[in-house]
């Protein structure tokens, strides 16, 4: 579908089974938007693929949506996700997914995170918890027997060598004598997470937790006498230990076009622009730019743009004064003087650079990878700390050509 400059699409995104429609306002490179994040479905949909092209056709696959979607707009990808054929979606905590049901997404979705006082806001929303203690599944059971509920769906948690959530092997004979007398719930999967699955370095450690998990569920199944859905693979998983995807697998960064595999170029799914609010030719005898005076004018001048995004978007203040270097025009220029919350400058001395020209902060150039190497950090954190404030526009890769 071939899409005008500034003109606005609107896109009709229908779940499989249940008719829905999410309308999604996409507007490719709008003169007036002068930041945002750009969704490309191309390329979400290029690595959905190629992770569903790594399963067997009967294992299913959750897709993460927590944290916003991992920045990249929760409501957006959820429909992506769904209309391509998620079997399921999770979200981290009950707000999130009461925020998909009021959005009109129909797909099963997992709460990895479900505090006790939250468990009325599931049933009502139709969400299905995940349960890592004896306490929560104590209490979640006595909140369905008050309303009379029987076969509520949960997924239980077993801690295989992670340790932050989880049912130790300790603890399972608790848990099965309480699964025996607890008619109010029916057990939906049984999972675990995997610490380092994409460190080469650790996967006799990798390997250890999938055997323990798998002796630990089958376990569990002999316990209730049906066997839930087995998953243990996130998306370093999928792509390193593919031979282990048991029933399900949850697949989280991957989808986001960040891959545990060296040199294996999964497409870049959000691309971080805006526009150039001011640009400014300062001779030596100016003074200083930005806060603290740390942006210095060379002895022959400098020529400064200013962009209008800056720590409070996501633009680490770590990226000040030159660390931080984004593509304008096609030339990567550097930061000069301190981030700002709102705003931050960059030395275009020497470039052609104009009151609206597009700044990439992250995309093809520079990737999330290489921002991330810079900062010392993973993708994951500077991905979810781009704020609602910034908007998601939906692209394809023919609006570009």
Same mark, same amino acid.
């Given at each position: 579908?071939?899409?005008?400059?500034?003109?606005?699409?609107?896109?009709?995104?229908?779940?499989?089974?249940?008719?829905?429609?999410?309308?999604?306002?996409? @507007?490719?490179?709008?003169?007036?938007?002068?930041?945002?994040?750009?969704? =490309?479905?191309?390329?979400?949909?290029? $690595?959905?693929?190629?992770?569903?092209?790594?399963?067997?056709?009967?294992?299913?696959?959750?897709?993460?949506?927590?944290?916003?979607?991992?920045?990249?707009?929760?409501?957006?990808?959820?429909?992506?996700?769904?209309?391509?054929?998620?079997?399921?979606? &999770?979200?981290?905590?009950?707000? +999130?997914?009461?925020?998909?049901?009021? &959005?009109?997404?129909?797909?099963?979705?997992?709460?990895?995170?479900?505090?006790?006082?939250?468990?009325?806001?599931?049933?009502?929303?139709?969400?299905?918890?995940?349960?890592?203690?004896?306490?929560?599944?104590?209490?979640?059971?006595?909140?369905?027997?008050?309303?009379?509920?029987?076969?509520?769906?949960?997924?239980?948690?077993?801690?295989?060598?992670?340790?932050?959530?989880?049912?130790?092997? +300790?603890? #399972?004979?608790?848990?099965?004598? *309480?699964?025996?007398?607890?008619?109010?719930?029916?057990?939906?999967?049984?999972?675990?997470?995997?610490?380092?699955?994409?460190?080469?370095? %650790?996967?006799?450690?990798?390997?250890?937790?999938?055997?323990?998990?798998?002796?630990?569920?089958?376990?569990?199944?002999?316990?209730?006498?049906?066997?839930?859905?087995?998953?243990?693979? $996130?998306?370093?998983?999928? +792509?390193? *230990?593919?031979?282990?995807?048991?029933?399900?697998?949850?697949?989280?960064?991957? /989808?986001?076009?960040?891959?545990?595999?060296?040199? =294996?170029? #999964? %497409?870049?799914?959000?691309? *971080?622009? %805006?526009?150039?609010?001011?640009?400014?030719?300062?001779?030596?005898?100016?003074?200083?730019?930005?806060?603290?005076?740390?942006?210095?004018?060379?002895?022959?001048?400098?020529?400064?743009?200013?962009?209008?995004?800056?720590?409070?978007?996501?633009?680490?203040?770590?990226?000040?004064?030159?660390?931080?270097? *984004?593509?304008? @025009?096609?030339? /990567?220029?550097?930061? /000069?003087?301190?981030? %700002?919350?709102?705003?931050?400058?960059?030395?275009?001395?020497?470039?052609?650079?104009?009151?609206?020209?597009?700044?990439?902060?992250?995309?093809?150039?520079?990737?999330?990878?290489?921002?991330?190497?810079?900062?010392?950090?993973?993708?994951? +954190?500077?991905?979810?700390?781009?704020?609602?404030? /910034?908007?998601?526009?939906?692209?394809?890769?023919?609006?570009?050509?």
């Amino acid at each position: 579908m071939l899409i005008s400059r500034n003109s606005y699409v609107t896109l009709s995104f229908r779940a499989n089974v249940v008719s829905r429609e999410i309308f999604i306002l996409i @507007n490719m490179f709008r003169e007036e938007e002068f930041s945002r994040l750009e969704i =490309n479905l191309d390329g979400c949909l290029d $690595n959905y693929k190629y992770f569903r092209s790594k399963l067997q056709d009967s294992t299913k696959l959750l897709v993460l949506v927590k944290a916003n979607a991992y920045g990249h707009g929760a409501v957006e990808f959820a429909s992506l996700m769904e209309d391509a054929g998620a079997d399921y979606l &999770a979200v981290a905590y009950p707000v +999130e997914g009461m925020e998909l049901r009021q &959005a009109g997404i129909k797909a099963p979705i997992m709460v990895l995170t479900a505090g006790t006082d939250s468990f009325e806001q599931i049933i009502n929303y139709g969400l299905e918890p995940g349960i890592p203690n004896i306490y929560s599944l104590r209490v979640l059971c006595e909140v369905l027997r008050k309303r009379g509920m029987t076969d509520f769906p949960v997924h239980l948690k077993l801690d295989t060598g992670m340790h932050r959530l989880g049912f130790m092997t +300790e603890e #399972l004979d608790e848990l099965l004598a *309480f699964l025996k007398d607890c008619p109010q719930v029916k057990v939906k999967s049984v999972y675990s997470h995997l610490a380092a699955a994409d460190d080469p370095s %650790c996967d006799d450690f990798t390997l250890g937790q999938i055997e323990l998990f798998r002796k630990n569920a089958d376990r569990l199944s002999e316990a209730v006498g049906y066997k839930p859905l087995y998953h243990i693979l $996130n998306s370093a998983g999928i +792509e390193r *230990f593919t031979q282990y995807q048991f029933d399900m697998v949850r697949l989280g960064i991957g /989808i986001y076009g960040v891959s545990a595999i060296p040199g =294996n170029n #999964l %497409c870049p799914v959000a691309s *971080f622009k %805006c526009k150039v609010l001011q640009v400014k030719t300062l001779a030596p005898g100016d003074g200083t730019i930005g806060y603290g005076r740390h942006g210095k004018i060379a002895p022959e001048g400098t020529v400064i743009a200013t962009i209008p995004v800056g720590y409070a978007d996501g633009v680490d203040r770590h990226l000040s004064c030159g660390n931080g270097r *984004f593509t304008v @025009n096609g030339h /990567i220029v550097p930061t /000069i003087g301190n981030v %700002c919350m709102d705003m931050c400058m960059l030395d275009v001395t020497g470039l052609n650079v104009k009151v609206g020209d597009t700044v990439t902060i992250f995309g093809e150039n520079p990737t999330i990878t290489e921002l991330a190497g810079i900062l010392g950090t993973i993708p994951y +954190e500077i991905l979810t700390s781009v704020p609602r404030r /910034i908007r998601r526009i939906v692209v394809r890769d023919s609006d570009k050509r």
